[in-house]
């Protein structure tokens, strides 16, 4: 796989995510907010999207904690309020290459609040923070000869230490970048398969305090080279 290639195509998602923080604003619905990280995508080279075609996953508010397949998802019409949380997660394809990235973010007095350091909102930071943690962590204990259940167990353990709990639908954490969605393998209980198997893989823990409305999403894609673990 083209290393090159793939830093393109993910390049794009994470172009439109900065974009997305420019225009979003209070009073938005969500349909136009996908609407508009899809047509940013195409504009800047995807061709396609390869998870069931659909460019954006977008949620809000107390909808931040449903996990759910491209094969059920539909976006809600709810309009974006003055004060909100909103994930978005971006599947872009160019050619038989994907991106896959996503982020969780915060509206503060009708805009999108462009440092984690600046929302107000205590439990919203603190969500915001657990991920790069986990994010972090999962940099620190990873190696091409740990299996994927391995990695699975001890991030899921992390997040339970951290006060969280894994909303995934599946409980997975990521997931291979192959050229076809059916050949993708997950980070999940039973994958013996070692992450140096693979090119390449995501790690996006979805998670919320058990009881809260709030879920958080943070996602990038990752590989191994000679030196180590790489954020592609």
Known sequence: MDLMDY???QKIAK???NNIKAEIRSGMSLIEVRSLCENKMRELGADSFWYYDIGAF???????TISVSGREYSTSDRMIALDDIITIDLSPQVGNTWGDYARTVIIQNGEAVQSDEEVLNAEWRAGLEAEKKLHKRMTEIVSP???FE???YQMNEYICEE?????DFMGNLGHS???????????EKGNSAKL????FFTFEPHISVSGSKYGYKRENIYYFDKDGIKEL
Not at 58 to 64: H, K
Not at 196 to 199: K, L
């Open 7 to 9: 830093q393109a195509v």
């Open 15 to 17: 172009d439109t995510i």
């Open 58 to 64: 977008v949620f809000s508010g107390d909808e931040t």
């Open 145 to 147: 000869e740990m299996t």
């Open 150 to 152: 391995e990695l699975y």
């Open 163 to 167: 006060g969280y709990i894994n909303l």
């Open 177 to 187: 970048i192959v050229r076809k969605k059916e050949d993708r393998i997950y980070i």
């Open 196 to 199: 140096g198997d693979v090119h």
